[in-house]
Structure formats: C-alpha cells, structure tokens
C-alpha cells in the first residue's frame, strides 16, 4: 500500500488550472495575414461549406470576418465568419466603394427572447421569425454595390456562384488557391 503511493502520486492542487489565460486566447485567435478587404474566401464549415464568398471588412472585436456572397450570386447572405473556417482565394474585387456603415455589432446581435414559460412559450417557439427590414435593406445595399463592381468582370460572377468540392483524386495540399 505504501509503494503504490509513491507510483501514482496525483498533483490536485487548486493552483493548477487547465484553462488559457484570456490574453493568451485573444492572441490566438488574431485573423489570417493574407486577407484583406475583397479578398475571395472559401468557406469550409457551416450551413454555407464550399461556398465562395467576398470579404467585406474584419471586425476587430470579436476577431471575425464579414463575408457576403453577394446574396444574389450564390445565396449567402452578410455574415460573420471564424478565420480558422476559411480559406484564401488570390482572387481579389475592390470593394474600397461599397459602403458598410450599417453593418456593426448590433447588425449581428439577436433579438431578444421573451422569458416565459411554460406550454405557450415552448409550442411558439418552432414558428419562423421574418428577418428585420433593417436587415433586409443593408443586404440589398452592400449587394447592389457588388453586383455594380462584379458587372465588370462576368467570370468573377461565375466564380462567386460556383462551389468548392474536392475529388477523391484531388491533392488539397498541392492546389494554389
């Protein structure tokens, strides 16, 4: 009894924490160097996976990426993205005149939620909520003053409007992006 005390000593101070400093975190999650403002993204995880879309700005608070498809392309509206989920394009669409004021930190936060219980709350739940008009007409703004940039150059609109997919001959690793 007395040697196996010494063979599987067992360090449970309270000190020791397994959790990362929240300097070391935020430092961690700083976004990818090569990515600008119009640069072409593929998505790699979501409702949206293989889906190019065009980096409008990156939001320096919760180290995310606006992206957009341009809705009308391809159907993937504003939207914020986790850097680690995406992939660089070298494609690139100046989007320095298309205007993203209305897009903050409140155009993403949802609405709230009445705290009720009970049979009601719960059966209500399941019933589609209509998107905001403020919503609605900031998506149409920033796409009107896309599509206006991407009428110049048709095969970016076909680009834009296509998906990623890898083959099972396909070498990930050897592709320029």
């Given amino acids: ?15 020791t924490s397994n959790k990362m400093p929240k300097t070391q975190l ?4 700083e976004t990818k160097d090569g990515v600008q403002a119009g640069t072409v993204l593929i998505l790699l995880a979501g409702r949206f996976r293989g889906r190019r879309v065009v980096l409008l700005k990156k939001d320096e608070k919760t180290n ?3 992206v957009t498809g341009p809705y009308k392309v391809n159907g993937v509206p504003i939207r914020r993205v986790d850097p680690a989920y995406v ?10 005149k298309v205007d993203l004021s209305a897009i903050t930190n409140d155009f993403f936060a949802r609405p709230k939620r009445a705290n009720k219980k009970g049979e009601e709350a719960f059966f209500k739940r399941g019933e589609k909520v209509e998107l905001p008009e403020a919503k609605k007409a900031a998506q149409q703004k920033v796409d009107d003053q896309l599509i206006k940039v991407l009428k110049n150059n048709e095969e970016h609109t076909k680009y834009l409007s296509s998906i990623f997919t890898l083959r099972d001959r396909d070498i990930p690793h050897a592709m320029k992006f």
């Avoid at 935020?26 to 999650?29: E, F, H, K, V, Y």
């Fill in 87 to 96: 992939i660089a394009t070298s494609t690139k669409i100046d989007v320095s």
């Fill in 26 to 29: 935020r430092s961690s999650l």
């Fill in 1 to 15: 009894d007395l040697k196996l005390q010494f063979l599987y000593f067992i360090d449970i101070s309270p000190t």
């Fill in 64 to 66: 995310t990426l606006v």
